[in-house]
């Protein structure tokens, strides 16, 4: 390959055509599932103030610390003084959209949905990226178990849909309210007491500013001090026992398998009482598709009333990824049903016309490209794969005939020229037709 002048950033990717079509099989899952459980769409901006994911994901997570992407607004006065910062996940947004346009004033809960691009200034690996694109969910406004068990009882059923929920393993923790939370990090503290040098750095770090997180540390010397340390269980309260209790039987209720671990916090600090994450059956956390649990403070912080929340965050690229190792092919509409080939200018004007009515008809359809030959253009009608080719040459135009050629059968023969779209057509099946009208078109969109 030359050298080009310019490439995709690192930790960026070019979505083609073939992982487009993953893309768009995901999102129709994910909207066809929303619209069941009463989800309506919505879409907070790519970049917000920089203090609501401060507040809401903390100033001492990785995410806050070293991952947002900056946004400079320096092109006049008013935006001088201003940080914004490039979304690193949907639901500060949506929390900040769902204060300042007065939802509490709807019925509740609140379910709302969004598809689209996040950013994080993180480390390029295997299956992460700078940009990345995540489908949401989020029901605000009640708290109730049952409410966290219909959640992830919709992201399973997409899990499915999509098949590969056999692939993945559904974690889940209570965390406790942020009062049992504050306890037990003291109790965590007082515990490393001494202990702090047998820490690696970054550990050490997270004792200081984010001591939940090390109870999911991948550093062997950390874990093996965790045996012998206090464990959250030992600070929750009764109710916040009770509360999930209570969702485990919903989810057993709803034949939902699952796996407790103690161990799983999430890495933002705006989570409470229920967190879960789907990992990956063979290789865990490196490879979970998804997560998410309640947020019940988070509303206040950003400035609104106090207002329980429980959402989902599920990362596009991954899912596609496990799409292909499960051998999962995406339905591909971009196929060539029609080529049409010409030879000379009358025929190129009939073509027009022809490819015109064609594709009006629900036929997909290529073709009047250009001043090759016809042994060319057949050949491009073969790269192509189209399932048929119309040829259209002087003597045709003259005769008023066309000739439809079976590409695959290998056999041609000659028509009048108006029996040609009705052929067509019957040889396709009306079923296999790509038709709409404006408002099917609305409600299926692929964006």
Not at 358 to 376: I, M, N, P, Q, Y
Not at 428 to 441: A, C, F, I, P
Request: glycine fraction near 8%.
């Amino acid at each position: 390959m030359a050298d080009l002048q310019f490439r995709t950033p690192k930790g960026t990717h070019d979505v083609l055509p073939e992982d487009q079509q993953y893309m768009t099989y995901i999102k129709k899952a994910v909207r066809h599932r929303a619209r069941q459980a009463g989800y309506r769409r919505t879409e907070p901006p790519i970049f917000e103030n920089k203090g609501i994911f401060e507040r809401g994901i903390g100033l001492h997570t990785d995410i806050v610390e070293k991952e947002l992407f900056m946004v400079s607004g320096k092109h006049n006065a008013d935006e001088a003084e201003k940080q914004f910062a490039l979304r690193p996940e949907f639901t500060a947004g949506i929390c900040r959209s769902y204060i300042e346009h007065g939802m509490q004033q709807l019925p509740q809960p609140v379910e709302l949905y969004a598809i689209g691009p996040c950013f994080r200034y993180d480390r390029p690996q295997k299956g992460r990226y700078r940009q990345f694109h995540q489908f949401d969910l989020e029901v605000i406004g009640l708290r109730d178990p049952s409410l966290d068990a219909q959640l992830i009882h919709v992201v399973t059923k997409i899990m499915s849909d999509l098949k590969i929920l056999k692939r993945l393993n559904l974690q889940i923790n209570n965390i406790g309210s942020s009062e049992n939370r504050a306890a037990y990090v003291e109790a965590l503290k007082d515990y490393f007491i001494g202990k702090e040098r047998n820490l690696p750095e970054d550990d050490q770090k997270r004792l200081q500013t984010n001591p939940l997180r090390l109870l999911d540390s991948k550093e062997e010397d950390t874990q093996i001090l965790l045996r012998s340390a206090p464990t959250l269980d030992q600070y929750l309260s009764d109710e916040s026992k009770h509360y999930h209790e209570t969702l485990l039987e919903y989810l057993d209720e709803l034949g939902i398998a699952y796996t407790p671990n103690a161990g799983l916090v999430r890495g933002l600090d705006y989570y409470n009482q229920t967190v879960f994450e789907f990992w990956d059956q063979s290789t865990g956390a490196q490879n979970a598709v998804g997560g998410g649990g309640r947020y019940d403070g988070l509303i206040e912080q950003l400035g609104g009333k106090p207002t329980p929340g429980v959402g989902f965050a599920g990362g596009l690229e991954r899912m596609i990824w496990h799409m292909k190792e499960a051998g999962v092919k995406a339905p591909n509409k971009d196929h060539v049903d029609v080529f049409v080939a010409q030879l000379g200018p009358e025929a190129k004007k009939r073509c027009l016309a022809l490819v015109s009515q064609l594709r009006e008809f629900g036929v997909h359809t290529v073709g009047a490209l250009g001043e090759a030959s016809l042994k060319s253009q057949m050949r491009l009608a073969d790269k192509f794969e189209a399932r048929y080719t119309l040829l259209l040459g002087k003597m045709e135009v003259k005769e008023g005939t066309i000739i439809l050629r079976d590409m695959r059968a290998g056999k041609q023969r000659q028509m009048k020229y108006e029996e040609a779209i009705p052929e067509i057509i019957a040889s396709l099946g009306k079923e296999n037709l790509d038709t709409y009208v404006l408002r099917d078109q609305m409600e299926s969109s692929d964006d």
